[in-house]
């Protein structure tokens, strides 16, 4: 895809293309929609990013909450959307041995316990058995470091799914 495209695009067709590259809250493309034009995929990203950055605790909590848990009930109904499951599976969650579906679903309803929201890691940048040691290990942070911590993730996983839009292959992933 283009940036000219982008730019044309009217506020319906954005928030079709683009509403998901944070999982489940299309309102941030929505908002960034009126900053156009944009001059190339990373003005988009950088919008999207700064109205992150912008939103008050709770406003960035309630994006974490929308994530879904990884290996969760979502990916085994099969209701995850297209995005995530490719994550998940290219992360290896979809062949979980009963002892590691077991294993994160303990981290994960910890994890949610303490923080009241997902645990969140860029899938595609982890592969399962890092994604566990990162749970078991994040659950030790602050509340303020952990929603720091996964915010970047969402940007992580933002800027993949933009990529992924806008058809161009990675050739560095600044982290």
């Known amino acids: 895809m283009d940036i000219q495209v982008v730019n044309a695009m009217n506020y319906e067709e954005f928030v079709n293309v683009f509403g998901n590259v944070v999982e ?4 941030i493309t929505a908002a960034v929609w009126t900053d156009r034009p944009f001059t190339r ?4 990203e950088k919008s999207i990013g700064d109205f992150i950055d912008n939103l008050p605790r709770s406003g960035k909590e309630g994006i974490l ?3 879904p848990d990884l290996a969760g009930r979502d990916l085994l109904r099969g209701t995850l959307s297209l ?3 490719g994550e998940q599976s290219r992360a290896g969650l979809t062949s979980l041995t009963p002892g590691q579906r077991s294993q994160l679903s303990e981290l994960n ?4 316990n303490r923080f009241n929201f997902p645990f969140v890691i860029c899938a595609r940048m982890n592969d399962r058995d890092t994604i566990i040691q990162q749970i078991s290990s994040r659950i030790r942070n602050s509340p303020e470091h952990e929603i720091k911590l996964s915010i970047e993730e969402v940007k992580k996983i933002c800027h993949l ?3 992924d839009i806008f058809n161009q292959v990675p050739k560095a992933i600044k982290l």
Not at 24 to 27: R, T
Not at 109 to 112: C, L, Q
Request: proline content about 5%; glycine content about 0%; charged content about 20%.
């Open 161 to 163: 799914r933009l990529l």
């Open 24 to 27: 489940a809250c299309p309102m």
């Open 109 to 112: 309803a910890s994890y949610k």
């Open 41 to 44: 995929m990373c003005a988009l």
């Open 65 to 67: 909450r929308c994530i």
């Open 83 to 85: 995005e995530s499951q």
